[in-house]
């Protein structure tokens, strides 16, 4: 009996290995709030939501210019790299502060 | 030598007072702000601009000029490098009266081709406002046509010279309001036995952004206004190696102006041009204003 388990256990991580990864790895989406120095130009902040939307993951941002802050939503926390984020709004020409990443809870 | 002091004097102290702030780029001064053109953009205006005056020896003269320039900046290197392209289309129709005979020419045509590099050298950014500093750079190229037969070399398409310039702009923004300022020098050379005096463009621009009162969300409509002053000053003249008495000499205007933002990508704007210090050398055409309206484009 024991056996057996362990035999189907084994074939279903070889047949679906996407589903034991999944089971592995995913955290879920995750909101990512930054605020954004020099935010001043909303004409310019184009170039921001451009790189922004080319981010792999986002699925949804707002960017707040009376705030300075941007809100990111990425579709799971694997997605988000806290040096390449810095580094888009640093492309985009302002300067980020206060990274702050909050689950979401369905 | 025409002078009109109150509006520079109350715009000067104005700006120099003022926190420092936010909307778009000026319209008439350039701006350290290369930010945001994430890629390619494309700007276009309509200028008109007349002039008139006593040409001395009992000649009165008119000119008006249409010029419509294409401005293709690129971004180079992510907020640091931008490339700026620029060839005008410009139609120039002048009017001489001696007496009882005019002469009269028109001529139209592409003139020549500049480019120009900007590189952002100084950033310092704060919650909400930003100051910023651009080292500008560039040459013009002699692509214009400069030896249409009869036509005196101002009312050529091109200069038919090499001419390079260099400057800085400087930028501030805070919340509704910006302010910029920049000085360009350009060195001019000899073609056809020619050479136009060198010049020096110096420009301030207070805006304000009208409408929203409070921006809260990217992205919303935008109003702007603007006031700037925008002053040429031009060394004479030489033509065959003398220097040419009725040219070069000092113009200052006053330039009011409105930009509206209607999405993200485009913009309108329009600006008038009052002149309010003329000091030009001997007897030349002054100018009565110039008007101008055009668009800006973010590509992609």
Known sequence: ?106 | MKVRILGPTFFITFALSAPAFSQGPPINTDTAVISGIEGAAFRSFFKYTEKSGDLGGGRDGELSVVSIPFILPYEILPNKLLFVGKIPYTEKRRKVENGSSTERLTNSGFGDLSLNLKYLFYQKDAPRQSTRAVFSGGLKLPTGEDDERGLPPALQDGSGSYDYTAGFIISRFKERTGFSADVFYTLKTEANDFEFGDTLNYDLALGYRLIPAVYETYPAKQLNLYLELNGTYARKDEAGGQKVADSGGNTLFLSPGIQFIPWRTFLVEASFQIPVLQDLNGDQLETDYAVLAGFRWLIF
Not at chain 1, 19 to 40: I, M, N, S
Not at chain 1, 55 to 60: A, K, L, N, S, T
Not at chain 1, 67 to 73: A, S
């Open chain 1, 1 to 106: 009996m024991r056996t057996l388990v362990a035999i189907s256990i084994i074939l279903a991580i070889i047949v679906f290995p996407g589903a034991a990864l999944a089971v592995e790895e995913a955290t879920g989406p995750v909101k990512v709030t930054v605020g954004v120095d020099g935010l001043a130009c909303p004409f310019c902040a184009y170039g921001l939501e451009k790189k922004i939307k080319n981010m792999e993951g986002v699925e949804d941002f707002t960017i707040f210019i009376e705030r300075g802050k941007v809100e990111v939503i990425f579709k799971d926390k694997k997605f988000f790299e806290r040096e390449r984020f810095e580094q888009a709004v640093k492309d985009a020409g302002f300067t980020p502060r206060d990274i702050k990443v909050e689950d979401i809870k369905d």
